[in-house]
Every structure is written in C-alpha cells, then in structure tokens.
C-alpha cells in the first residue's frame, strides 16, 4: 500500500523566503510526527499531532516554525523567514495509536531544504 | 533529557563479514528501544525491544537489550552491500504514564560494506 509521501523532496531557499512543506500520512494513522535531520546527525524531534491536535510542539526550533493538520491527514510544516541553520531533511512520520504500534513509526522520504 | 549514544560512528568492513553496533542509553521511564536502518532518506523500521535478554531476529540481524546496563546491540551476519547504510537507534519519551511515540534518536552509525 501507499506509505508516506512528502513534497517536495528538493527545496532550495533563499534566506529570508517563506517555505511550506507537506506531508501525506499513511490513510488511518492518527499519530503524525515532524523531525529535522542535520547532515551526520540523527533525526530530531519538532512537534505531534494527534489526528488534527497539535499535542506536543517542544520541538520547534523557534517562533518562525509552525506546523498544522488541519483535518487530521495531510500536514504542513511552514518557516518564515528561512536562516541557513535550518538547511536540513525534514522527515515526517505517521503511526497508529495504541500503546506499543505507536512506536512503529513509518517514515517518508523527507524533504531536503537548503537555504542559501 | 533523554540520551542515546551510537558507537562506533562508521564502520567499513568487507563482503560477509559479521558486525556489531552498540547503541547506550539514559531515558526517564524507559519503555523500549527501537532499530531502524536508513537507507537514502526514510528511516525503515527493523526492531522494537522492550524486554532485556530477549532477542530479536529477522534472517541475518538480531538485536538484543540489556536494561541494567542500559545498552542494545545490533548484529549483522554475513553482510551484503546491501545492509550499507545508517543504523539509528531511538527509544520513545514517557511522562507520568503517557508516551505516545516521540523518539529521541542517537547519532547513527554509518555502515559501508565493500564487495
């Protein structure tokens, strides 16, 4: 079946441009997860939904990040006013719920920003 | 804060070769350490441990836990240069008995298996 789509896979940035990135969950998951991964590091947590309820957004690097789901499926990830520091691949992850499928997390491909 | 260290950070071996990872941890409410293997880009899921001693298999990787000494291992036999790729470990945040997957990833090890 179809597993987790972002979009797009490539964005180059100008510094100080607006960039929104998009993420289509497996169909029934209601956890959805954001992470930022720098070159050589691990991926790192930035926020969870929980079908359409931001419930943890501890993550977020700064004000000029925000995410939404607004109808519990598809979500996007949008940073103002992008700064080299947020040059990274931008991985969102969806799973069920449930106390242990929750940890089975289905990854996309994620996106590659580079801001210049 | 939760932590997860990943040793060694590389590694290059040769075709059919066996490898160790090692993946050390410090969590709060520690419920289970998870594998994944990252190839390209997406992260693919390979194991979940929750049970120390116990270990988990499927065909040439297996992993296993310690929960007193805080540490999981990944093995690989008889490597491919398939299995090239990132291992990540993570194990899941838990507060006040709520823990709805997010995952504090150590650092990765990169494998590179040579023909």
């Known amino acids: 079946g179809a597993g987790v789509s972002q979009s797009p896979r490539y964005k180059v940035a100008k510094r100080g441009q607006d960039v929104a990135l998009r993420c289509d969950p497996i169909s029934g998951h209601v956890s959805l997860f954001w992470y930022q991964q720098a070159l050589g590091q691990g991926p790192e947590f930035l926020t969870y939904f929980q079908n359409e309820a931001q419930l943890d957004k501890s993550g977020l690097p700064s004000d000029r990040f925000f995410a939404e789901r607004p109808e519990g499926s598809v979500s996007t990830l949008k940073i103002q006013r992008t700064q080299q520091e947020d040059s990274a691949v931008y991985l969102c992850?969806?799973?069920?719920?449930?106390?242990?499928?929750?940890?089975?997390?289905?990854f996309g491909p994620g996106t590659r920003l580079t801001v210049t | 804060e939760d932590k997860v260290v990943q040793s060694p950070l590389s590694l290059v071996v040769h075709e059919g070769d066996t490898v160790t990872l090692n993946c050390s941890y410090e969590?709060?409410?520690?419920?289970?350490l998870l594998w994944y293997k990252q190839e390209k880009k997406a992260p693919t899921f390979l194991f979940m441990l929750t049970s120390s001693g116990i270990e988990k298999k499927s065909g040439r990787l297996s992993s296993i836990l310690d929960k007193k000494e805080l540490f999981s291992i990944l093995n690989i036999t008889a490597t491919q240069t398939g299995d090239s790729a990132v291992y990540l470990c993570?194990?899941?945040?838990?507060?006040?008995?709520?823990?709805?997957?997010?995952?504090?990833f150590g650092q990765g090890t990169i494998l590179t298996v040579h023909p």
């Open positions: 969590v709060t409410n520690f419920r289970s």
């Open positions: 993570a194990a899941p945040w838990s507060a006040g008995g709520t823990s709805y997957g997010k995952l504090t």
């Open positions: 992850a969806s799973s069920l719920s449930g106390s242990t499928r929750v940890y089975e997390q289905y």
